[in-house]
């Protein structure tokens, strides 16, 4: 192996059990996902690191927050980042979804190989999932600027009052309405010195 999958502190029990399976989804990323445009051309490294170890901090933040909603989404779902990660650690029934036919066909070929019975890839606008879902748990990595998803949540504040969503960001956030939106932001180290940003949107 050619990398180290290392986790800082936060995700050490993670991999206890899961460390077979997230390598084969590492090497999925890196010959499948790099070959059919589901990533660009990566190192291992950075593939762990960003796509692997940055996703199980989506998970870890559930947990943190005893999450328990009916159902969960990771919306602009690409290569299954952050929701293949989660699935496979949590057990918990995930829908990845993303627009592109193409990478729904990737996604499912690699859910079925591996035999996973709680992941689920679907062909699907996610806007529609923001409009019309409701108690539901939102993961997006990349997707949705976090400004931009804040102007439609405005649009579709009353279904959203049930909704919780998990979302990359960088370290500033824009002025917004203080009286409408909780906005939490969590750094965590994704290896030993390299820091990310998520940000935790409740609509009040
Ligand atoms: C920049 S990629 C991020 C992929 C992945 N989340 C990651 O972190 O690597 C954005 C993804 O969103 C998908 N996408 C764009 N617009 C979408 C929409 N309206 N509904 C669902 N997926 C969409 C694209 O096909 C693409 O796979």
């Known amino acids: 192996m050619n990398f180290d999958p290392q986790i800082p502190d936060w995700g050490k029990s993670f991999l206890v059990k899961n460390l077979d399976n997230l390598i084969t989804y590492h090497n999925w990323l890196k010959n499948t996902g790099i070959k059919t445009g589901l990533i660009s051309s990566k190192n291992d490294q950075f593939i762990w690191d960003e796509f692997i170890v940055h996703s199980l901090y989506f998970y870890k933040i559930i947990l943190d927050l005893k999450l328990s909603k009916n159902n969960l989404y990771d919306l602009g779902t690409g290569g299954g980042i952050p929701g293949l990660p989660v699935g496979i650690v949590s ?39 923001i409009q019309q879902e409701v108690n539901s748990i939102f993961l997006m990595r990349c997707y949705l600027p976090k400004n931009d998803l804040i102007k439609k949540l405005e649009k579709h504040m009353i279904n959203n009052k049930s909704n919780t969503f998990i979302v990359s960001s960088n370290s500033n956030t824009e002025r917004l309405s203080q009286e409408a939106f909780h906005v939490k932001q969590e750094k965590f180290l994704v290896n030993k010195d390299e820091y990310r940003f998520i940000d935790v949107i409740t609509v009040k």
């Open 91 to 129: 057990n918990k029934n995930i829908n990845l979804i993303d627009i592109k036919q193409k990478r729904i066909y990737e996604l499912e070929r690699f859910i079925s190989s591996q035999k996973y019975n709680n992941i689920y890839a679907l062909k699907a606008d996610a806007q529609k999932f």
